[in-house]
């Protein structure tokens, strides 16, 4: 049984930074490509970050790049999500996925799994 679970979200100021940690269980981790998803209050979740299995490439939307870092560790089979310079607009419910795909996808119906999720909430 395939589980991810999401963890290191909560309360920071604008300007902050949190560390969101992803361990995986019951899959080939190294074989699967890992995202972060968000999904902000009464909107659609969207993507945020990503990393691919085969090139360890990693892949940002426009609005997190320069700020938010993808990083795995295989060893330990987890996936973090490091987030600078955080503002209001980044609150959301975080979300943790993975894809056995060989080629890296943004979208999030392509993902095979998923976490619970993490609550990030930025304020001013």
């Known amino acids: 049984q395939v589980q991810l679970v999401e963890s290191g979200g909560g309360l920071v100021q604008a300007g902050g930074s949190l560390r969101l940690s992803c361990a995986a269980s019951?899959?080939?981790?190294?074989?699967?490509?890992m995202g972060w998803f968000r999904q902000p209050p009464g909107k659609e979740r969207e993507f945020v970050a990503g990393?691919?299995?085969?090139?360890?490439?990693?892949y940002y939307a426009d609005s997190v790049k320069g700020r938010f870092t993808i990083s795995r560790d295989n060893a330990k089979s987890s996936v973090d999500l490091l987030m600078n310079g955080l503002k209001p607009e980044d609150t959301a419910v975080y979300y943790c996925?993975?894809?056995?795909?060989?080629?890296?996808?943004?979208?999030?119906?392509?993902?095979?799994?998923w976490g619970q999720g993490t609550q990030v909430t930025v304020s001013l």
């Open positions: 019951g899959l080939t981790f190294s074989r699967n490509n």
């Open positions: 990393i691919r299995w085969r090139t360890d490439s990693t």
């Open positions: 996925a993975a894809d056995n795909a060989l080629m890296m996808t943004t979208t999030a119906r392509s993902f095979d799994f």
